[in-house]
């Protein structure tokens, strides 16, 4: 593991962390992430390396992965996309929507996928509350940072 100039070494344990999940999961040989300031590569002993890097969406700061980031407003919780890609309600076009506006939601659970490079991300919801409007259309691209969901906090 390789990371460079040690912005915050616990965001670069966390990403590197994640990032290993999926090396793992998706058999890869080699991945590498920027994040802001922050660059971390992971490589799989005796694997040979990628051909060329795959650019990814530039981040402000360092993310821990398909996990939301929340910005709150007056009385309800943004839910943003935490990258560039393709908008879905649900795991597949047949399929249910994980939610619709007025359902009940707990921290952690899954709100949508987002299509990035062919890979399909869970985005989780970071606050338990009421879904109380959904801001993107199935199926509409979306930038870093759009808003997808406001949530009503519980309590």
Excluded: H, W
């Excluded at 040979?48 to 939301?68: F, Q, R, S, Y």
């Amino acid at each position: 593991m390789r990371v460079s100039r040690r912005p915050d070494a616990r965001a670069a344990t966390d990403l590197a962390r994640q990032l290993g999940g999926l090396l793992k999961e998706l058999d890869l040989g080699e991945i590498e992430v920027s994040l802001g300031s922050l660059t971390v590569r992971l490589k799989r002993p005796g694997a040979v390396p990628a051909p060329m890097p795959v650019p990814m969406a530039p981040a402000p700061t360092p993310a821990a992965g398909p996990v939301v980031d929340v910005a709150t407003t007056a009385t309800a919780v943004a839910v943003e996309a935490p990258m560039v890609g393709t908008f879905y309600r649900a795991s597949s076009p047949t399929a249910e929507p994980y939610v619709r506006e007025g359902d009940v939601v707990k921290q952690g659970q899954t709100l949508c996928i987002i299509e990035a490079m062919k890979l399909m991300n869970e985005i989780e919801s970071k606050a338990a509350g009421r879904i109380e409007k959904i801001l993107v259309e199935n199926g509409q691209p979306v930038e870093y940072g759009q808003p997808l969901f406001l949530i009503e906090p519980a309590g």
